[in-house]
């Protein structure tokens, strides 16, 4: 924006103690410095007044596009992450992964010694050995009640009793499957990634018991297991930014580990309360890692582009508060400058954007417009 030369502020000085001596003179004898006139809400200066040289104005300008940037950190994506824990209480008896590892859906991690699971393991086989117990039962009932040896009565208790021990071989079996055991009652319970991924986490060691009770509340994960060449974005935006984020959009992803370099996310979801601690929203993004360089924890700046807010631009030493309203002092014709209210809407880098009051192309006060303000007021309220 340009400037228009101006004294400095001794001169400014000097100045307002010449308008005094001018109005206060020596028995009303004449001053040679020439005093402004203020009619209202405008002040005009003498062409040859030297208080000119301390204003400077500056050129009212249509808004440009803006960027915004948030903070954030890369965090793993939980749609492509499992955290397991041990469902039994047992003793850590082999660990077959490390960070790092590329594992398949199903590979073990490790391998605890489980009496908890070796019952799981035992009440399976006695199922097993119960239901074959009472298929040849019903089989032999309903010989005899064929031939009338036996009533009806025991039929009905034989089959009551198969789909009854039935049920309960179904419910061991199914549970044991759910774990991954074999036949065997061997109490060797093995614990396997559900998905295929890398693994990026162990908190694990040799020997160590371990109670599923224990591993409540914010206790870490034995293993964590996540796809890293997918990532989640998570930002904290102000409510002065919840307009301008959507699902959908594109924002540029930038860390201090690639100077220069930016990567595209898209925004999934934004939050639907603020955080009543930092008054900030979350929101959440994802973007594409392929190569594995950026990190999961690591912080970063997202920014984007947003487009020209209705209105004007002006330089926010410009505005200035009396009372309740904001106003600027406009500059209709050299010397003659006139108040005007405004409405600004926002503020960044030190230009303020005014949605009503100003056009284009006019010029405002940017230096003495509290100094023309004291001149107003010096005559009454306006």
Known sequence: MRR?????????????????????????????????????????????????GAVGTAEVIPPTAGVVRLPGRLVWD???????????????????????????????????????????????????????????????????????????????????EYARVRAEHSRTQERLRLYGGGEAVDSAFALRSPIAGTVVERNINPGQELRPDAMAGNAPALFVVTDPTRLWLQLDATERELGLLRPGMTVRVATSAFPGETFDARIDAVSDFIDPQTRTIRVRGSLANA????????????????????????????????????????????????????????????????????AVGQKVVIDGALFLQQLIQSKGPV
């Not at 206060?24 to 001053?31: A, E, I, P, V, Y």
């Not at 077959?96 to 799981?120: C, E, I, T």
């Not at 807010?309 to 406009?330: D, N, Q, S």
């Open 291 to 358: 190569e594995r360089r950026l990190k999961g924890e690591m912080f970063v700046n997202a920014e984007f582009n947003v487009p020209p807010r209705p209105g004007v631009a002006v330089p926010a030493k410009a505005v200035f508060l009396a009372g309740a309203k904001h106003f600027v002092f406009v500059e209709e014709a050299p010397g003659k400058f006139v108040r005007v209210e405004v409405k600004p809407e926002t503020e960044a880098g030190g230009v303020v954007i005014v949605a009503q009051g100003l």
């Open 4 to 52: 228009t030369p101006g004294a400095t502020r001794p001169a400014l000085t000097a100045a307002l103690v010449l308008a005094l001596a001018a109005g206060c003179g020596d028995g009303g004898r004449l001053n040679d410095t020439p005093t402004p006139t203020v009619d209202g809400t405008k002040v005009v200066f003498p062409s040859d007044s030297k208080q000119l």
């Open 78 to 160: 939980e749609e492509r992450t499992v955290r397991l824990f041990p469902p039994f209480a047992g003793r850590v008896a082999k660990i077959l992964a490390k960070p790092g590892d590329a594992v398949k859906a199903g590979q073990p991690l490790a391998q605890l010694s489980s009496p908890d699971f070796g019952q799981v393991q035992s009440d399976a086989r006695k199922s097993a050995t119960d239901l074959a117990l009472a298929e040849k039962n019903l089989a032999r009932v309903r010989e005899l009640v064929a031939n009338d040896v036996a009533p009806k009565k025991d039929l009905q208790t034989a089959e009551a």
